[in-house]
């Protein structure tokens, strides 16, 4: 078997990977070795790894069981487990953590390229531990105190005169069932007891604070999470595979591909429900996300 390399790609987040072949069950050894990478790189790259959505989901099962595709959103056809990000179904261009609104987020995300387009379409991948690293002590200290709801049912920053039929739709059906959680805006990693801000797009209110307040805290907290220096910026090829730790990372998918066909397929494996820095865990205020995921241990 060739030994695994793992290659930097920046000082804070990214690394290559090569020597895996992930279209075969891998042993427990590698999968240890893959899950100490991702807690020190929080993203990993894996090249021509030419997987079909089954490969995609074995490859993402050997980190815990997968989630469905969505809470609310249809699946790939006939791949439950799916979801398809497609530039024809709307653009992620906000930065975000995955599915922060339901009580237990998907630990990881798995991303493949399908269909990518000539220029542009990066993925842009952030820290957040790097981000909370970098926050000034009376910052950080008040970050340690605060808790945040998170809710998918907010405009995405699009004015409502600005939406057409199709994207009405699409919010509808994103917004279908609607979820609130409350979790801890610094969040301890259980694998490494590592913080990070926990908070991205879905993220509309600090527990506490008003609105108009707290719209004001998080763009600054937020604004460790996307200094450059904490950011992947990821150019895409077909047949790539991206892992990231999504409960250490946001993430935002660039517009700049002139409404170019952009495709990715997304499986996610089911995450536990975050723990602040005192041990408090995340509480739920509305909506039941048991047919989406189950509950890592
Ligand atoms: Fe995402």
């Given at each position: 078997m060739p030994e695994i390399e793992i290659h930097k790609v920046t000082a804070h987040i990214g690394a290559r990977v090569s020597g895996v072949d992930l279209s075969r069950p891998l042993d427990a050894e590698t999968v240890t070795a893959l899950r100490e990478a991702l807690n020190v790189?929080?993203?990993?790259?894996?090249?021509d790894?030419?997987?079909?959505?089954?490969?995609?989901?074995?490859?993402?099962?050997?980190?815990?069981?997968?989630?469905?595709a969505h809470p609310t959103?249809?699946?790939?056809e006939g791949a439950p487990n799916v979801?398809?990000?497609?530039?024809?179904?709307?653009?992620?261009?906000?930065?975000?953590?995955?599915?922060?609104?339901?009580?237990?987020?998907p630990q990881a995300s798995t991303l493949r390229s399908i269909n990518v387009p000539p220029y542009g379409g990066e993925t842009l991948i952030a820290s957040s531990a790097a981000a909370y690293?970098?926050?000034?002590?009376?910052?950080?200290?008040?970050a340690d105190t605060l808790w945040a709801e998170h809710t998918n049912d907010y405009d995405y920053a699009v004015p409502h005169e600005?939406?057409?039929?199709?994207?009405a739709a699409q919010r509808a059906q994103f917004t279908s069932i609607t979820y609130r959680t409350v979790h801890p805006v610094v969040r301890v990693h259980p694998l490494t007891g590592e913080r990070g801000l926990f908070i991205g797009g879905f993220a509309q209110r600090i527990v506490g604070l008003s609105v108009p307040e707290s719209g004001k805290l998080l763009d600054l907290?937020?604004?460790y999470v996307t200094r450059p220096e904490n950011v992947l910026r990821w150019r895409w090829s077909p047949n790539q595979l991206v892992l990231f730790d999504n409960r250490i990372t946001q993430h935002y998918a660039i517009d700049n591909y002139d409404g170019l066909p952009r495709r990715l397929h997304r499986v996610t494996v089911a995450g536990d429900v975050p723990v602040g820095i005192e041990g408090k865990e995340s509480y739920s205020i509305e909506g039941d996300a048991s047919h989406y995921t189950s509950v890592a241990a």
């Open positions: 790189h929080k993203a990993l790259v894996f090249d790894v030419h997987l079909d959505d089954e490969g995609q989901q074995a490859f993402a099962r050997h980190f815990g069981d997968i989630t469905t959103v249809p699946a790939v979801l398809p990000v497609d530039s024809e179904r709307g653009r992620a261009n906000h930065w975000h953590t995955d599915v922060t609104f339901v009580l237990n987020p690293r970098d926050l000034p002590e009376p910052l950080r200290r008040l600005a939406i057409d039929e199709e994207k907290l937020q604004s």
